[in-house]
């Protein structure tokens, strides 16, 4: 894969290395060159590191579980299609019906914020935007309050009515959020982010008032599911949810030339011929149903969304069609990393994966605003 549009020759250094400077807002296309090969180079061991992630976060449990016995049933249910007790044992059922779901959950959910969190840095021009500053994630979490509130807990479907009500919460403020920023048929940037904030105070407020009148029982369980938990969902219920999220993050994959462009500032990107009001409405409107879904079924999960990106876009560079898949892969393996620590560490008891998530990567944030400052400069 090459650029296929060629830099400003103002901003094209001379004999300069095809890796992009970070921060975002340099100049993405200068001597931007990504090869196929180095495209799979990157993509394919992170795809194999997946893959050995999940095979040996499957041992860990409240009952350990040996890598030969993992593979073993692995393989049977693979060349059987049959997860039967009688033919897997109870070890297979824990392993096939709790454990690998639970997983994919994460793996998808971590990608998923990672994802996203790329593309708001890229869209807001602003290092600390994540999936959470658009004010979605707050209406997601509204309605599953409010769902509680009301003794709301059935499922329908094979699905859970507390994700729908999540859902329906991130959809509501994503229309809120939007009418707040439209001006004159365009989405300025600063709008848009101050819509974001100020939705997501007054929903945060909101939450804690419901949380504050509900009985003592119902109001442990809301603030645990705020934390951000993941449960192991169905098979047909992790499957409506992977069809939905992996549609969503291939739509934000075709928007990545276009990011690379609009990194460069608006007015540079319109004289290039980027319809920049139009990205930024797809880019917002996928970035904030991707958050409402993953909300609605994880809770908040700080932290993925924020740092991921930049562990990934210093390690590889900004060139978005690169930065955004490798990001989607490593913020799944980190969240399924972190939830199997969540459910280990105090077994049988279990932490909140959110914070695991937030005293993993706040500490890396740091790390990178101390000692890599030169880099944010």
Same mark, same amino acid.
């Given at each position: ?16 290395? /095809? ?15 990504? /090869? ?307 459910? /280990? ?33």
């Amino acid at each position: 894969m090459k650029a296929t549009s060629d830099p400003p020759q103002s901003a094209v250094p001379s004999k300069q290395p /095809t890796i992009l400077k970070y921060p975002i807002a340099s100049p993405l296309l200068s001597g931007a060159v990504l /090869t196929a090969r180095r495209w799979s180079a990157v993509m394919a061991p992170l795809a194999l590191l997946s893959v050995v992630g999940v095979l040996i976060c499957l041992q860990f449990g409240s009952q350990w579980i040996g890598l030969g016995q993992v593979i073993d049933i692995v393989s049977h249910v693979l060349r059987e299609g049959s997860v039967e007790s009688e033919q897997v044992g109870t070890t297979g059922v824990i392993l096939i019906q709790v454990r690998l779901p639970r997983l994919l959950l994460g793996l998808l959910v971590g990608a998923c914020l990672a994802s996203v969190g790329v593309v708001l840095q890229a869209l807001l021009r602003n290092p600390l935007a994540d999936p959470y500053v658009l004010g979605v994630s707050s209406g997601a979490a509204l309605g599953v309050a409010l769902a509680i509130l009301l003794g709301i807990g059935s499922t329908f479907l094979a699905l859970s009515i507390l994700p729908l009500c999540g859902f329906a919460g991130g959809l509501l403020s994503l229309a809120v959020v939007y009418r707040m920023a439209l001006s004159y048929g365009r989405l300025p940037i600063h709008s848009l982010l101050l819509a974001g904030v100020i939705l997501n105070s007054i929903f945060s407020a909101l939450i804690m008032f419901i949380t504050s009148i509900m009985e003592p029982n119902r109001s442990a369980g809301t603030m645990t599911w705020l934390m951000g938990t993941l449960t192991a969902p169905s098979y047909p219920a992790l499957a409506i949810l992977a069809c939905y999220l992996l549609g969503g993050l291939f739509l934000l994959l075709k928007q990545a030339r276009r990011l690379n462009i609009l990194t460069l500032g608006e007015e540079s990107a319109r004289s290039l011929g980027i319809e920049t009001e139009q990205v930024k409405r797809q880019v917002y409107l996928l970035s904030a149903l991707i958050t409402g879904a993953v909300v609605s079924v994880s809770g908040m999960i700080g932290f993925v969304g924020m740092v991921i990106p930049h562990a990934v876009r210093l390690m590889l560079g900004a060139d978005h069609r690169l930065l955004l898949p490798a990001a989607a892969l490593v913020g799944g393996l980190y969240l399924m990393v972190a939830d199997t620590l969540a459910r /280990t560490l105090l077994t049988p008891a279990e932490i909140p994966v959110g914070i695991i998530t937030a005293l993993a990567g706040g500490p890396f944030f740091i790390y990178l605003l101390v000692w890599r400052k030169d880099r944010f400069a």
